[in-house]
């Protein structure tokens, strides 16, 4: 029989920390070798040899991700992922399989939770690889981010003007330019369609074909048509075609891909 397996659980709310504490004690195959924040858990982590950790995502000075890149990636232990709604965080997890919980939960879905941690750690290498892959994820997003722009500057009537990205209601393609429609009014800017999906935020901005990228904000409506296509109906009436071959990343944004 093996001994107990070592749990921590990182959280910056001390009655967070408390409550999970009392429910994991609980269960006679788990020790609970410590509770603390962020900041501390790195060393508490790698002190007790934790095999399991309940680790919050939204934390101040250290995040979720940041404590994981504190530790050795080759001794890291089996993680679930602890959060209150980050719609960018639970796809990340359910794309690469690993297990988390959603504040607020309860004891059915923690007991779920335990059970698929417990698995996991019969194959510890296969939660390390999947773990990794998540934080590379993280990474490639963040070098995304510092690239994105959050204004574009176009000509309109003699003058130049500052356009929020936001404020894009859809992009059309127009040979080597871009058109951009923004509140009922069109402009053309220099740039190419790829040159704007790999700048603007791909959590905001999907290519849904050849010729359009929209702003998901502005989608009311998904109308399935022949072979997998799409008509997207935007705020303004507006009518996009969604290709089958970007369905899917387009329902990835909504969390609804199959």
Avoid at 122 to 131: D, H, I, Y
Wanted: hydrophobic share 45%; aromatic share 6%.
């Amino acid at each position: 029989m093996r001994p107990p397996i070592r749990v921590a659980v990182v959280d910056d709310e001390p009655l967070a920390r408390a409550a999970l504490r009392v429910s994991l004690e609980a269960d006679a195959e788990l020790v609970v070798v410590g509770d603390c924040s962020g900041v501390d858990a790195p060393g508490l982590i790698d002190r007790t040899q934790a095999e399991l950790v309940f680790l919050d995502v939204q934390m101040p000075e250290i995040d979720g991700f940041g404590v994981l890149e504190a530790l050795d990636p080759e001794a890291l232990p089996a993680i679930v992922f602890v959060t209150a709604h980050d719609a960018y965080a639970v796809r990340a997890f359910e794309v690469h399989a690993i297990d988390y919980l959603l504040k607020p939960f309860d004891d059915a879905r923690l007991a779920t939770a335990l059970a698929r941690a417990k698995q996991r750690l019969v194959r510890p290498g296969e939660a390390s690889e999947q773990l990794l892959a998540l934080l590379e994820e993280r990474s490639r997003r963040e070098r995304q981010i510092d690239r994105q722009i959050d204004r574009l500057l176009v000509r309109a009537r003699g003058k130049v003007v500052a356009v929020r990205t936001l404020d894009i209601d859809w992009i059309e393609a127009a040979d080597y330019y871009s058109t951009l429609h923004v509140g009922g009014a069109t402009h053309l800017v220099r740039q190419t369609m790829a040159e704007l999906e790999t700048s603007l935020d791909g959590q905001r901005f999907v290519r849904v074909h050849r010729g359009a990228i929209v702003n998901i904000d502005r989608v009311r409506e998904v109308h399935p048509m022949f072979r997998g296509d799409c008509t997207l109906v935007l705020a303004d009436g507006t009518r996009v075609r969604l290709s089958r071959t970007r369905r899917a990343e387009f329902e990835r944004l909504f969390g609804t891909a199959r």
